[in-house]
């Protein structure tokens, strides 16, 4: 079965960076066939996505995170990454990775807390 585990959250000022880390337990011959993305769900706010890769490596991302953040993948250690720069208020949220083939495996998020 597969699982995902989110990791690297945690609390930042305003202007810093974190990078967050995604590693999906499966076959390393099987990791790179899946589509990955990170959404985010702020509080009293719908979940959005915020980033994908597919398997090719194309990416894409909301606007409000163009030029700042940063997806990326390692196929060699089933990781997926989102460096995120230029941190604001506006970026906390629990951020949570996905792994896609046929259907769509959630981690379980990692709280992202950004102060100004």
């Known amino acids: 079965q597969v699982q995902v585990v989110e990791s690297g959250g945690g609390l930042v000022q305003a202007g810093g960076s974190l990078r967050l880390s995604c590693v999906v337990s499966?076959?390393?011959?099987?990791?790179?066939?899946?589509?990955m993305g990170w959404y985010r769900q702020a509080p009293g706010k719908q979940r959005e996505l915020v980033a994908s890769i597919t398997n090719g490596g194309r990416t894409n991302y909301v606007d409000s995170v163009k030029g700042r953040f940063t997806i990326s993948r390692d196929n060699a250690k089933n990781t997926m990454y989102l460096q995120m720069n230029s941190l604001k208020p506006e970026d906390t949220a629990v951020y949570y990775c996905y792994a896609e083939r046929s259907s769509r495996v959630w981690g379980q998020g990692t709280q992202v807390t950004v102060s100004s």
């Open positions: 499966i076959s390393i011959f099987s990791f790179g066939i899946y589509d």
